[in-house]
């Protein structure tokens, strides 16, 4: 069993930053893909950032330039750097990452960014 711990969601001005950070712990081996990503009510889940162990990363287009995945295989941590927030960025950002094919939540970290 793998546990993700989020932390560094809260509010913000359109056009800061924030920072989250997420920790897995529990029995790791080998962590395929971690990422991150968001929900708003009424909505599906969306990719926002996702990276592999080998350090391939992708961004979903409505991030890209401006969010920064980083992960450090060492910690198994994973940490999104979001700049330039747009209100459209509220919502629930969740953890996620895979091994031996079975997949991995957090509980979620609530990012707000107010007009």
């Known amino acids: 069993q793998v546990r993700l711990v989020e932390s560094g969601g809260g509010l913000v001005q359109a056009g800061g930053s924030l920072r989250l950070s997420c920790a897995a712990s529990?029995?790791?081996?080998?962590?395929?893909?971690m990422g991150w990503y968001r929900q708003v009510p009424g909505k599906q889940r969306e990719l926002v950032a996702a990276?592999?162990?080998?350090?391939?990363?992708n961004y979903a287009d409505s991030v890209k330039g401006r969010f920064t995945i980083a992960r450090d295989n060492a910690k198994n941590t994973v940490d999104l750097q979001m700049n330039s927030l747009k209100p459209e960025d509220t919502a629930v950002y969740y953890c996620n990452t895979v091994q031996m094919g079975r997949i991995y939540w957090g509980t979620g970290t609530l990012v707000t960014v107010s007009s």
């Open positions: 529990g029995s790791i081996f080998s962590l395929n893909f």
């Open positions: 990276v592999s162990s080998s350090g391939t990363t």
